[in-house]
């Protein structure tokens, strides 16, 4: 069968990907209203929505790198960490953040996304079909690419674009192995990762400290995320090392840094407006750019072809599990309902990477924000504001992802409704999900930062008084969703499915979350003990008025 | 206006009047049955027929739009909470936590019962034990066959030894030998005990062999119930299989030859 032989069956099964993205049929949900035609287009409405969103994210990445290239001349001008860089070292510099920025951010979404495409099971359904072999593959690495269409278009468009028209047309054309490369290299590791993630983590067995492996494999999984902060972070010493690099001349640094990727493709738009003097480039350095950008094609069109050939194997492979391994002798360790509804989210969330993204990025955006406040110097102002806006965000974050954790309850929720549980119990559980991520986050704030902010008390105190408007927050945003899945059913809620009503009930949690925050630092003329006082009173009455209705709800009758 | 009297407690399921409506179309019209202390009763139709959507409202899954489900005494709508902590259900479909492997979602399900440690932990490994479960026990559910998904979820159901017991098709894709455990099961489960066992097949044989009494459905409607020989003398057909006489009540077995014949040469 022919190429569109292959591109007809995937647009078929392309639209299972979807229903099952958005509506989870296979995971025991219930059959929408409507016709299933109907049904259809809703759920590729909502894929392609979602696509959107992420490249528009990519879109802005690239239209700011061109921006900072824009300005390059003016921010050339000042040193970094007293080393001066010319406009061609900054503009190489600038491509290479942008590069690395859109392999991370396309990886990152793969990983995001893989585990639903998998979970929709299209691939097996199609592999007893009379369809060859040849074809079936085809089908499968459409698919995948298909999941990353529009991102990977705005990158492979709109990045030459953009450096076309600041750097020239030239630059613009220099620019377009730099993304193809990004893509190709991008969509590889997703699938790398994913079937590292597919046999590791999915197919993980319980109890010991295969949990431990699995939370480590997970932190790992999240890291891409970070991406663009550690960039902001790291730009200046990286633009240095850059510009002490080039000008030292000859050397095996220079050298290793024009092989390594992507400066080898961020290094050509700049050589195409001020020659290979722009870099302090000799024929010697020249021949290595050209000789890493080769390999580097190579390597990506060596990568698109392996992607096509495994994606197959990847679909129709369970989830692989030690079939040997001997039974474990622990019994059963029953606990009250909510713990036990608590236990079972952060099991699963172990084993899947949307909701451990969700336990994890507060924690780690904490961390991160911590550690720039300990390299910010011993006792100043700044780190305390830092540590406290790292806390800050912890529990704005942790609020702004609660909601997620209610589609937890979408898997086996037909299940789960025949069990004498509360909604009480199951609110309850989420709420210590919520709260936990929160103090996580906060604690290690308090302990990164404690060497450097020499203010404890200030700093535990502004914990402890955000702490009931996180737990009100939760207990809204929770309780609301309950309110809503008996009038309307569930709503699942992914990055592929139900944004916006995760949205959409984060922001009166947001509001309750910020406004003591808000109070905070409204009263920053006062004394900080008035601050923190009013701070804590405003999370009090919130906490008040929310608790009776998630707690209330419904007289605490079953799920 | 004085409210209904309550059921008999002693009685583990009664059925009354009970309407499932979906959208347009009815589900189930106006049924009513009784499962009694000690009694094994299957629920028998044709695909469709009803069976699923009577044993969802019983279990709390679908709101009947009339009647009324009350077990053991208790009203399955206004009290919910007591009716599900009596009942142990296995769902038509393997609806379970893919991610959580089978021991952590029995300590989840033995967690909402509130069972005790050492009972919980008994009962799973010996139920474990009996369908020969091993290191399955520790892996995702995502990566187990359906026959052990479905074992899975019959210990779940039994975890607790519920006084009911909803089975919508319990043997669906079991092995011979657990299906024989399943069989025997039944039958000793309820025998001089005041439980009940409500269960829907497809299998005239297993029905046969396990029903103290069946209940037919057609379209939503209960043609015909009671034990074999009741049903045998509705059919007038003395010494009919139950397939037999589940096909004359339903007026299934017209057009039979034709069916058949359509398939000829294929």
Known sequence: ?????????????????????????????????????????????????????????????????????LDAPTIAARAFFGVAVTVPVLQAGVLTGLLSLDVAFLWWTGLQVLPTFLASGVLATLEPLPIDDRTLGRVAGILYLRLFDLPALVVLVATPLFVGLVLGPLAGLAT??????????????????????????????????????????????????????????????FLALLGRT?????????????????????????????????????????????????????????SVGWMMRSVRRLGIAPPSAVRDAPASRSGLVPHGA?????????????????????VLFPVLDAIAIGLFTFVTGPGSNGALALGLAAVTTAALLATFFGPAFFAIEVNAYAYARTLPITDRSVVLGKVALVAGMYGVGAGLVLGITDLRVFEPGIFVAFIAAEAPAVVAAAMFELGWLFRRARSRGLAIVNLYAGAWTAIAISIPGLVLAGAPLVAFHLLAAAPIATALLVMGLIALAELAVAAPFALGLHGGRST | MASDPRPDPSTPLVVDDLSVVYGERQAVHHLSLTVRPGEVYGLLGSNGAGKSSTIKSIVGLVPPSTGRISVFGWDAQREALQVKVRIGYVPETSMLYEALTPREFLEFVASVRALPR?????????????????????????????????????????LHQPPLLVLDEPLHSLDPRAVRIMKELLGRYVAGTGRGVLFSTHTMEVAQQLCHRVGILD????????????????????????????????????????????????
């Open chain 1, 176 to 237: 377009i192995p730099a993304v193809v490369c990004a893509v190709a290299f991008a969509l590889g590791l997703a699938l790398v990762t994913g079937r590292a993630f597919v046999r590791r983590v999915q197919g993980s067995r319980g109890g010991g400290g295969r949990t431990f492996v699995r939370w480590a494999y997970l932190v790992l999984w999240v890291l891409p995320a970070f991406a663009m902060f550690g960039f902001a972070v790291a730009a200046p010493g």
């Open chain 1, 246 to 302: 080039i000008a030292a001349g000859p050397s095996v640094g220079r050298d290793v840094l024009l092989a390594a990727y992507p400066f080898t493709f961020a290094a050509l738009p700049p050589i195409t407006v001020t020659g290979p003097g722009g870099l302090a480039l000799d024929s010697g350095g020249l021949a290595i750019l050209a000789a890493a950008a080769a390999a580097y094609l190579v390597v990506a069109v060596g």
């Open chain 1, 338 to 358: 909510a713990r036990a509804v608590l236990t079972k989210d952060l099991r699963i969330a172990s084993r899947t990477p949307g909701y451990a993204f969700l």
């Open chain 1, 1 to 69: 069968m022919s190429w569109a032989e292959a591109r007809r069956i995937s647009d078929v099964a392309f639209t299972e990907v979807c229903l099952q993205a958005i509506y989870a049929f296979r995971q025991g949900n219930a059959p929408v209203g409507g016709t299933p035609a109907r049904a259809a287009q809703t759920a590729r409405r909502r894929v392609v929505q979602s696509k959107m969103l992420v490249a528009a994210v990519l879109g802005l990445f690239a239209a700011g790198g061109a921006g900072i290239l």
């Open chain 2, 219 to 266: 379209h939503g409607l209960l043609r015909s119930e009671g034990s074999l020989a009741e049903l045998r003398e509705r059919a007038a057909r003395g010494d009919a299989t139950l397939e037999e006489v589940f096909l004359r009540l339903t007026r299934e077995d017209e057009g039979l030859d034709d069916a058949v014949r359509a398939f000829e040469g294929t």
């Open chain 2, 118 to 158: 050492t009972v919980a932990s008994e009962r799973a490994e010996s139920y474990a034990a009996a369908f020969r479960l091993g290191s399955e026990l520790d892996e995702p559910i995502a990566s187990l066959s359906m026959g052990t998904r479905q074992k899975v979820l019959i210990i779940a159901a039994i």
